[in-house]
């Protein structure tokens, strides 16, 4: 059984720039929820993708958007990036959106 | 809004100690509570308890929550140095249409001295 996997690993970006960040969801699971964790806080839910739509947002601006694929991968997208955008994003797989979500190791997002 | 706390937010004891985290929530409508523990980046899942499965158990970790007080403990028996970590607690709503993800608390920092 694959497990939920994310890429890059960290990522240096500067004010106003627009990055995109990949997760590849664990096998068996068709949903994948998107998570802001900044340092000494819990994840912040940003939002969730099922069946290649989005299917709940948090509170996050509409810079913020995502994509989710038909082999059920998904991007998370930033753009116009501000210095508060530097945080772990966590990506967290499961089935039908409900219960138990399992966490990819993040992504280190820097913004200068 | 739901809420989650979690208290204390750090906690340094000796191996071999018995250690309990405390989780209060605030939930529109619940559906589960989840335990996680955080070591470096990716929170790893330990339990989800619900209105019909309050008490979890797994080797020295267990987790009870009271639906009445809106608050669960997790319980942690001979601290090992290896279970040094962050601990999140997450409650699950139940929503009507879409997803709204899980609220998370701050976590618990615990350190488990040699």
């Known amino acids: 059984e694959t497990g939920v996997t994310q890429s890059p690993t960290h990522l240096i970006k500067t004010r106003g720039q627009q990055v995109t960040l990949r997760c590849s969801s664990q096998?068996?699971?068709?949903?994948v929820s998107w998570y802001q964790q900044a340092l000494g806080q819990g994840p912040q839910f940003i939002f969730q993708?099922?069946?290649?739509?989005?299917?709940g947002r948090g509170n996050f601006p509409p810079r913020f958007s995502g994509l989710q694929f038909p082999n059920y991968s998904s991007e998370l997208n930033v753009n116009a990036l501000e210095l508060d955008d530097s945080a772990l994003y966590l990506c967290?797989?499961?089935?039908?959106?409900?219960?138990?979500?399992?966490f990819g190791p993040g992504t280190r997002l820097t913004v200068l | 809004e739901d809420k989650v706390v979690q208290s204390p937010l750090s906690l340094v004891v000796h191996e071999g100690d018995t250690v309990t985290l405390n989780c209060s929530y605030e939930?529109?409508?619940?559906?589960?509570l989840l335990w996680y523990k955080q070591e470096k980046k990716a929170p790893t899942f330990l339990f989800m308890l619900?209105?019909?499965?309050i008490e979890k158990k797994s080797g020295r970790l267990s987790s009870i929550l009271d639906k009445k007080e809106l608050s669960s403990i997790l319980n942690i028996t001979a601290t090992q140095t290896g279970d040094s970590a962050i601990y999140l607690c997450?409650?699950?709503?139940?929503?009507?249409?879409?997803?709204?993800?899980?609220?998370f608390g701050k976590g618990t920092h615990l350190i488990i001295q040699p």
């Open positions: 967290a797989s499961s089935f039908g959106g409900r219960g138990e979500q399992f």
């Open positions: 993708y099922y069946r290649e739509e989005e299917n």
């Open positions: 939930v529109t409508n619940f559906r589960s």
């Open positions: 096998s068996g699971h068709n949903t």
């Open positions: 997450a409650v699950e709503p139940y929503s009507g249409g879409g997803a709204d993800g899980l609220t």
């Open positions: 619900t209105s019909s499965g």
